[in-house]
Every structure is written in structure tokens, then in C-alpha cells.
């Protein structure tokens, strides 16, 4: 069994910086990818950033230079440091992550809003 747990979402003006959070926890053989999807109100869900197990990283064109993803593998954790945010980053954010051995896994969901 493996879990993730979500954190750092929360309400932010224009301009502000917001960091999530994911942890993994469970019977984990290992992780491959981890990464952070969004879906707006209407919306498909769309890939945020992704990262790699050696450390690759992957950036929609619409969050590159504003928006890092980073990992702590000793504490099986991704985290998504956002900067310069816009209205139009309101989604909800979700963490998406490849076990090894285990399959993919989503977190539950964390919601951000920029108020203009």
C-alpha cells in the first residue's frame, strides 16, 4: 500500500510564491518520475513539472522561469516551488508518482488561487 500526501496549496495574491508539497509513504520498493499536474475549473488536467529519478526536469511552457521542481529522495518527496504567480494559475494541483514494482499514483488534490 502507498500513499501521498499533499501539502501547501492555499490562497495567494498576484505576484506571491506558494511551495507543495508530496509525500510518499507506504511499501515503497523505490521511485521513478514525480511530477505535479493542475486542473482548472473546465479544464483537462495538464502536467505542471516533472522530474526525473537522476534529476531531469521537464516545465509546461506556461510555468518556465516562475515555477522549480525539486526532489528529496531520502524523504521520498517532491516539492514545486512557485513563483510570480498569475490568476490563471488557479487549479487544483496534483502530484503524480511512478513506484517502482507499484504502478502510478495521484495525490489527492491541493487547491491554489491567485487573486488578482
Known amino acids: 500500500q502507498v500513499q501521498l500526501v499533499e501539502s501547501g496549496g492555499g490562497l495567494v495574491q498576484a505576484g506571491g510564491s506558494l511551495r507543495l508539497s508530496c509525500a510518499a509513504s507506504?511499501?515503497?520498493?523505490?521511485?521513478?518520475?514525480m511530477g505535479w499536474y493542475r486542473q482548472a475549473p473546465g479544464n483537462q488536467r495538464e502536467l505542471v513539472a516533472r522530474i526525473t529519478g537522476v534529476g531531469s526536469t521537464d516545465y509546461a511552457p506556461f510555468v518556465k522561469g516562475r515555477f522549480t521542481i525539486s526532489r528529496d529522495n531520502a524523504k521520498n518527496t517532491v516539492y514545486l516551488q512557485m513563483n510570480s504567480m498569475k490568476p490563471e494559475d488557479t487549479a487544483v494541483y496534483y502530484c503524480?508518482?511512478?513506484?517502482?514494482?507499484?504502478?502510478?499514483?495521484w495525490g489527492q488534490g491541493t487547491q491554489v488561487t491567485v487573486s488578482s
Open positions: 503524480n508518482v511512478k513506484f517502482y514494482g507499484v504502478g502510478t499514483y
Open positions: 507506504g511499501s515503497i520498493w523505490g521511485i521513478n518520475d
